[in-house]
């Protein structure tokens, strides 16, 4: 389904109302918001799961978090392969669709992972991946997931990249309320040749 762009502005609208200032590191209100993106790019881009990844201190990728299994399954894949969609995306340091996992010869690893860990439910199919900024450094990755093969339309792709920077401005502000600085470097190498 197209992205409804009314319910699109309006979450956006009410996530940056709902910021409390100071955001400080590791506070109950930070996750809180992190999360709240989440469950808002899955309803409104209308998808079957979100996952957050963003770059420690060392410059690895580390889950923060998810608003389903198969987000936590794909993003657990990734971490552990060291290839997917979210990798790349930061990497590269722009956004990364995949219309079919399972026809994506870069990421056959992966899923073969994927399909092998899912469980009783279905792996994450389709990924569009969004990279975090903070003062436009890439930080990390907002990966969006739909259990079905599917191309990612502009509008899907628009609103993720929306999703995604608000996820910045609240990493920002986080390290701008005492809450210490994020230390972007450089990215970790992209997998495959995609």
Do not use: F, K
């Not at 996750?31 to 899955?42: D, K, T």
């Amino acid at each position: 389904m197209p992205v409804d762009h009314r319910a699109l502005s309006s979450s956006l609208g009410g996530l940056l109302r709902a910021v409390d200032l100071p955001v400080t590191t590791g506070s109950a209100a930070l996750v809180g918001h992190l999360n709240g993106v989440l469950e808002a790019a899955q309803d409104v881009l209308q998808i079957d799961a979100t996952g957050l990844m963003l770059l420690d201190e060392d410059q690895h990728l580390r889950l923060v978090g998810v608003s389903g299994p198969a987000a936590e399954t794909l993003e657990r894949g990734q971490l552990e392969q060291g290839q997917g969609p979210g990798i790349d995306c930061v990497a590269r340091n722009t956004t990364v669709e995949v219309g079919d996992l399972g026809g994506a010869g870069a990421y056959a690893g992966l899923w073969e992972w994927l399909t092998a860990h899912a469980g009783d439910g279905h792996p994450a199919r389709s990924v569009l991946s969004a990279p975090v900024r903070v003062a436009g450094a890439v930080v990390g990755t907002l990966n969006a997931l739909r259990t079905g093969p599917q191309p990612w339309t502009a509008d899907d792709i628009a609103a993720a990249e929306a999703y995604s920077g608000i996820i910045g401005v609240l990493l920002r502000l986080q390290s701008g309320s005492g809450g210490g600085p994020l230390r972007p470097g450089r990215p970790p190498e992209p997998a495959g040749g995609r």
